[in-house]
């Protein structure tokens, strides 16, 4: 884990979306924040582009810390959660995996299942 990423973890939630670079980050990350919400995204896919000020949004202003993992750069990681499309989200609560959605969905939504979880 970044020196960044470990300091949010031990504060509050970060209120812009974490880079993740690797398993062992994103297991980190899991088991030191309550509510996770993991992005997976490639830079050429034009639904993650429309996704992305969402994503930003729910990591301002919700209680979830956002993690977003680059596919094309994490190709093993996106394998181990079967990722097979981009945008794939991926929901933890309390170090435990409790939903997924995959390609746009809208805020609201977004936001009512990450609340349900805070």
């Given at each position: 884990m970044t020196t960044d990423a470990a300091a949010n973890s031990e504060a509050e939630s970060p209120n812009q979306p974490v880079a993740v670079d690797g398993t062992t980050e994103l297991d980190d990350l899991v088991a030191s924040d309550d509510v996770v919400l993991v992005?997976?995204?490639a830079d050429w896919c034009g639904p993650c582009k429309m996704?992305?000020?969402v994503?930003?949004?729910?990591?301002?202003?919700t209680a979830a810390t956002v993690a977003k993992v680059d596919v094309d750069a994490n190709q093993q990681?996106?394998?181990e959660y079967g990722v097979r499309g981009v945008p794939t989200?991926?929901?933890?609560?309390?170090?435990t995996q409790v939903d997924e959605v995959v390609g746009v969905q809208p805020e609201d939504q977004l936001r009512s299942l990450v609340e349900s979880h805070t």
């Open positions: 992005d997976f995204y996704l992305e000020p994503v930003e949004r729910l990591a301002e202003e990681l996106a394998s989200l991926v929901l933890f609560a309390d170090g």
